[in-house]
Nanobody, 113 residues
Framework: QVQLAESGGGLVQPGGALRLSCTVS????????MGWYRQAPGNQRELVAR???????NYADGVNGRFTISRDNAKKTVYLQMNGLKPEDTAVYYC???????WGQGTQVTVSS
């Protein structure tokens, strides 16, 4: 059974930090690009960051310099370190396995004072 299990979301004050994790099971992990996306209420789902099998990364303009995507192939886990969080980062964050187009269930991130 394929599963992308996200964790690490929550409520944080502006300027704070969170680290999201996504552990993959049931499908190959290391050869494939993984991504983090987010969807705020009333908005379309948008790319936040991607990391290739070789470790190459790319980021959405609004998070570049604040967020860092990484992966641990031995643990079949992809991470999203989010620093300097802003209220506009509030959204449900989803993990994505690009080759198979599988998605996680999402984890809520709320940035508010």
């Amino acid at each position: 059974q394929v599963q992308l299990a996200e964790s690490g979301g929550g409520l944080v004050q502006p300027g704070g930090a969170l680290r999201l994790s996504c552990t993959v099971s049931g499908i190959f992990f290391s050869p494939y690009t993984m991504g983090w996306y987010r969807q705020a209420p009333g908005n379309q789902r948008e790319l936040v960051a991607r990391i290739s099998a070789s470790g190459s990364t790319n980021y959405a303009d609004g998070v570049n310099g604040r967020f860092t995507i990484s992966r641990d192939n031995a643990k079949k886990t992809v991470y999203l370190q989010m620093n300097g969080l802003k209220p506009e980062d509030t959204a449900v964050y989803y993990c994505h396995h690009e080759f198979t187009d599988y998605w996680g269930q999402g984890t809520q991130v709320t940035v508010s004072s």
